[in-house]
Nanobody
Framework: QLQLVESGGGLVQAGGSLRLSCAAS????????MGWFRQAPGKEREFVAA????????NYADSVKGRFTISRENAKKVVYLQMNTLKPEDTAVYYC????WGLGQQRGYDFWGQGTQVTVSS
């Protein structure tokens, strides 16, 4: 059973940057592909980015390509989401998720964190 805790959210002006972190515990982190998702008020949760269990493959939603970067540090059991050139439409609760032997998919995740709020002001 993997537990996930996100951090790093906050309020930032449009054009600014934030780095989200997701710390894992309770399992063998290196076996899990990791993903970031987000949910804005009144909208469904959507895929943002994912990284394979090996770290060798990444996948991004079109809306964040070139602005967001997902990475992982297996020794620290942490996955990051570096978010640059933020836009008001990036405002959402951001969740990290884990999938055993995940390859960077957009769905089918087994464990989820509680989320961290990101608010981008115009």
């Amino acid at each position: 059973q993997l537990q996930l805790v996100e951090s790093g959210g906050g309020l930032v002006q449009a054009g600014g940057s934030l780095r989200l972190s997701c710390a894992a515990s309770g399992g063998t982190f290196s076996r899990y592909g990791m993903g970031w998702f987000r949910q804005a008020p009144g909208k469904e949760r959507e895929f943002v980015a994912a990284i394979s269990w090996s770290g060798g493959s990444t996948n991004y939603a079109d809306s964040v390509k070139g602005r967001f970067t997902i990475s992982r540090e297996n020794a620290k059991k942490v996955v990051y989401l570096q978010m640059n050139t933020l836009k008001p439409e990036d405002t959402a609760v951001y969740y990290c998720a884990a999938k055993l032997w995940g390859l960077g998919q957009q769905r089918g995740y087994d464990f989820w964190g509680q989320g961290t709020q990101v608010t981008v002001s115009s």
